[in-house]
């Protein structure tokens, strides 16, 4: 079953900040995050692997919530090259990621 | 070193053809994986394996077969082309379980 991300899409202008939710009814073993520009192949941005675990890549930080069986994209003083569309992805089974299932993804629109 | 290589990347099909999509990595990955990318649909897995000689299916299996006698490639054949299988398909890898997924530049594929 896939994670539901929201929003489905999102505008925003430079310099505002922008969270992208990702939640399962089942459980996470561990939450990663993805970005694809449009006409490229989508590039790991980073892995979450503990309850309450915060990462960051640039500004963009990650919080996972094993409990809630959710994790939060924080995205801060967006960039032009912030644009893309984001994906969220869990394991089915365990912690292997031969199977890793992702949500629909998050489109999100920076405007100069 | 090349990463991730997919071939070809573009193809039309006319329904009940046969085709594979070549995919080869020179990291010297186990995991390695096939999705395909449909409008609003976000990436949706087809087949996976965790090691040579080891296969298993994903979300979307129908229509598609896999085998990998290498480590280094993981051909996907479709059967018998139908226009539901019209679609971006990515080939990704990864050196073990939790580790980021590398993808390939992807296919486009067209069946009329």
């Known amino acids: 079953q896939q994670p539901v991300q929201s929003p489905q899409a999102v505008i925003l202008r430079e310099g505002e900040d922008a969270v992208i939710n990702c939640s399962s009814s089942?459980?996470?073993?561990?939450v990663h995050w993805y970005r694809q520009k449009h006409g490229e192949a989508p590039v790991f941005l980073m892995i979450l692997l503990k309850g309450g675990e915060q990462k960051g890549h640039e500004k963009i930080s990650a919080s996972f919530n094993e409990k809630k069986q959710q994790s939060s994209l924080y995205l801060t003083a967006s960039q032009l090259s912030y644009s893309g569309t984001y994906f969220c992805g869990s394991p089915d089974y365990g912690g292997s990621q031969g199977n890793l299932i992702f949500g629909k993804g998050t489109k999100l629109s920076v405007k100069p | 070193n090349a990463g991730v290589t997919q071939t070809p990347e573009f193809q039309v099909l006319k329904t009940g053809q046969s085709m594979t999509l070549q995919c080869a990595q020179d990291?010297?990955?186990?995991?390695m994986s096939w999705y395909r990318q449909d409008p609003g649909m976000g990436l949706r897995l087809i087949h996976y394996?965790?090691?040579?000689?080891?296969?298993d299916q994903g979300e979307v299996p129908n229509g598609y077969n896999v085998s990998r006698s290498t480590t280094e490639d993981f051909p996907l054949r479709l059967l018998s082309a139908a226009p539901s299988q019209t679609s971006v398909y990515f080939c990704?890898?990864?050196?073990?379980?939790?580790?980021?997924?590398?993808f390939g530049n992807g296919t486009r594929l067209t069946v009329t």
């Open positions: 394996s965790v090691g040579a000689g080891i296969t």
């Open positions: 990291m010297n990955h186990e995991y």
């Open positions: 089942k459980a996470l073993y561990s």
């Open positions: 990704a890898s990864s050196y073990e379980g939790l580790s980021p997924l590398h």
